[in-house]
């Protein structure tokens, strides 16, 4: 299967600060990447489809403009989370769909803790 | 809409028991089914799947049956092992894109 990265693993920032997690598709060219958010103990939820050269498309309840998205490469994706507040606090984890399968394969995940 | 509904958890088992993890699912047309795992301050890695009726997906002694009649793809393992606890998600998709994720279930194997 896919092999995903994200960096950093473990991020540690400042109120008000702003925070960018990187998602690399290692293997094969992604043109679509998915953004995950996990609160503890709680089940994956998609915050948007990354689609490579155009917006991203986000799902109903996530701020666009809190949670920026780009795709600039058929093997990157980033999350920047813009002025981060405590409640941005969570775990954050990136996936990307096989081309020609329905199979989505993970990152290892980013724990942002905002102070 | 699509949905997936798994047992909760906490579920705590001795090594060598047989494991079962319940899941059912709700959804038209033809979905495609997965188990997920999770360890422990990682991402989710893909265990087993399986994409049209009376498959069978396995992978490390972990076996699913996609079960139409009865809207269910149950994990089981014949005999756990410590290295075995994490958390499982069932999942289900239609386009590869959309994931509909159970809740998922904790499993802790004691020696």
């Known amino acids: 299967g896919a092999v995903v990265s994200q960096h950093p693993s473990r991020v540690i920032c400042k109120s008000g600060t702003s925070v960018k997690i990187e998602c690399r598709s290692l293997?094969?060219?992604?043109?679509?990447m998915f953004w995950y958010r996990q609160f503890p103990k709680q089940s994956l939820m998609l915050m948007a489809t990354s689609n490579e050269g155009s917006k991203a498309t986000y799902e109903q309840g996530v701020e666009k403009d809190k949670f920026l998205i780009n795709h600039a490469s058929l093997t990157l994706s980033t999350l920047t989370v813009t002025s981060a507040h405590p409640e941005d606090s969570s775990f954050y984890i990136c996936s990307v769909r096989e081309g020609g399968t329905d199979t989505q394969y993970f990152g290892p995940g980013t724990r942002l803790t905002v102070l | 809409g699509d949905s997936v509904t798994q047992m909760e958890g906490p579920v705590t088992l001795s090594e060598e028991a047989f494991l079962t993890i319940n899941c059912t699912y709700t959804a038209t047309g033809y979905p495609s089914l997965f188990w997920y795992v999770q360890y422990p301050g990682e991402g989710l890695q893909l265990l087993l799947k399986a994409t049209k009726a009376d498959d069978k997906g396995s992978n490390k002694g972990f076996e699913a049956t996609y079960r139409k009649e009865t809207t269910s793809f149950h994990l089981e393992k014949g005999s756990v092992q410590v290295s075995d606890s994490a958390v499982y998600f069932c999942a289900l998709t239609k386009s590869g894109n959309q994931f509909y994720f159970g809740t998922g279930t904790s499993l802790t194997v004691i020696p």
């Open positions: 293997d094969f060219q992604a043109t679509t």
